[in-house]
């Protein structure tokens, strides 16, 4: 036994040794020779890989040139092949970087057709990515290692660059007809089973929704306003509306006020008590009573809060992306747009980091197919104007970016003509407590007004023919249950 033992032992291979760190970057150059020939030899390769490759995709810097000169050939729509590119090299000045007229001679000569070029294509730019994460890892790591550095800048920066890169290399595929047009004709029967027409997250405003048919999945919702016009009020009204009556699981990110705040208000507006009272606790035996009954119809109101202060762009989406995988919130709204920011990527100007943002708004709410709702300011050009339409909003009055009206799908302003000393519509209608939802863009359907009642002292917007007194909520006992999403126990 002692004998086989120590045959084993002279047997036993020595453990691998780990050269990680002695690799060369991820890297094809014979694939790189093989796509840079079939493009030379067929004239239609070039539009096949185009979305994949681009000349930093190519690790040898001689292959780079050639493919920028091929790449030039065809945006001029001229011919490409040995001697077309062989003088195009010439021209950038670059024939000599490359090895001369040879070299390129001996590329097209290594392929005799184009067969797999697709194949090989997203091989080289697979093997780019790859070299870019690691470039992005040696970064950060190095960055981190810097303790004049603050981490939680670091990794602000790190979210932001990370994200850059992959919204780079996404690529979209192509969708045969057929499948969508069976989820387009699922949809439409839904529809028709619903009264209404109802598809989306019923609003509580019966006007509203006889235009939306409710807030859409995927759809970017915009609602704006100057200050004093009541949106944040109109959000909680929403919030509401959605979590409590239709149920529907909603995440509220308020960038201006704390979860304490907010929560006042909410339950100003549910219980109908003046909000001064709501914070000096000066309330009457009726007030009590009321505050008693309808507080219980917020509990268990699946209703998560996030304060967080100068909340990033990157962690929203990490966030949301939590709230829907764990607590299956279907809606998403922030209060507001332009107290966001995107830390860790570099901007010209404010107007370009807002148009970042509202693109990766856009951006989340097709990735989790819910609605995102997002507030936004108005500039102060309304107030230079003069009248009833003057004071009206427009989409040019969206502040700081022009992105906003592009990437939304809908664009909503609160206008209340009252706080102008406007009591009367061009119809004649009497605006005294009430306020104007303009739908100023509708891509999916029309646009148009719709009139609410507003109650300011409650923060709360009601269909006009609600009573004054709403009949109090059904009792379900218990206590209230606000969730403020940064404590957590699970960081986002």
Sequence with gaps: MAEASNTNRKTRKPAPVDNTYGHLPPQATDLEKVVLGALMIDKDAFAVVSEL???ETFYEPRHQKIYTAIRSLNMDEKPVDIMTVTEQLKRDGT???VGGAPYVVELSSQVASSAHIEYHAAILAHKFLARQLISFASNI???AFDESIDVENLMQE???ALFELSQKNMRQDFTQIDPVIKQAIDILQKASANSGGMTGVPTGYTKLDEITSGWQPSDLIIIAGRPAMGKTSFALSLAKNIAVDAQVPIGFFSLEMNNVQLVNRLISNVCEIVGSKILNGQLTPDEWDRLDKRLRNLQGAPVYVDDT????????????RRLVREKGVGVIMIDYLQLMNANGMKFGSRQEEVSTISRSLKGLAKELNIPVIALSQLSRNVESREGLEGKRPQLSDLRESGAIEQDADMVLFVHRPEYYHIFEDEKGNDLHGMAQIII????????GDVLLTFKGQYTRFDNPDNSSTQPALPDDGGGLIVSRMNDEPMPF
């Excluded at 100023?440 to 646009?447: D, I, S, W, Y």
């Design 53 to 55: 490759l681009h000349p």
């Design 95 to 97: 024939i000599d970087d």
């Design 141 to 143: 790591e190095t960055k």
């Design 158 to 160: 790190a979210e932001g």
């Design 309 to 320: 202060p100068g909340l990033s762009v990157f962690e929203l989406r990490t966030k949301a």
């Design 440 to 447: 100023a863009k509708h891509r999916k359907g029309a646009t």
